[in-house]
């Protein structure tokens, strides 16, 4: 029981820093914030997140979007750590389509049984609105690592 309430105040605690950071990233000129919740199709778990996006150099193209996943289960909480580049297609002036990719960590914290931290390689394609203060998206992505994983997530960039 202890280890349990343990384990979520740690996730908690992380969840807290990251939008503390997101929020402080997101003042900054060229800097926007964005949250996502989604659905990990092999592990059936719902998660939340966040991340903060930045163009890469001068480019309007390259982007740079570190970003924290976690998600609660009854037999394991994970969190998922990436650094994700990825590359705008100029397709429509209103629409955002890309492909990208980012090394990951992901950390599963056991409720029973033993923890376990994997490293892997995130492939992602997204889609979402060029235009406006609040812009939504939607992505899809492959975690490759000792055992792969696909996962879809909607959200908001501001």
């Not at 394991?76 to 002036?93: A, K, T």
């Amino acid at each position: 029981m202890f280890v349990q309430r343990k384990a979520r105040g740690w996730f908690v605690s992380t969840l807290a820093i990251a939008g503390v950071l997101l929020g402080a990233a997101s003042a900054r000129a060229g800097v926007d914030g964005d949250v996502r919740g989604g659905f990990n199709a092999d592990t059936e778990d719902a998660f939340v997140g966040g991340g903060v996006l930045t163009n890469l150099g001068s480019t309007t193209r390259w982007f740079f979007n570190p970003n924290a996943e976690v998600a609660f289960s009854d037999d394991r909480d994970q969190l998922q750590l990436s650094g994700d580049v990825h590359y705008d297609f100029n397709v429509s002036p209103s629409m955002s389509y890309w492909l990208g990719a980012g090394p990951t960590l992901v950390h599963r914290d056991a409720n029973r049984g033993s923890d376990d931290t994997d490293l892997g390689v995130n492939l992602l394609a997204g889609v979402g609105a060029r235009s406006g203060n609040v812009r939504p998206f939607a992505q899809g992505k492959v975690v490759l690592k000792d055992d792969s994983e696909a996962a879809v997530a909607v959200g908001i960039r501001f």
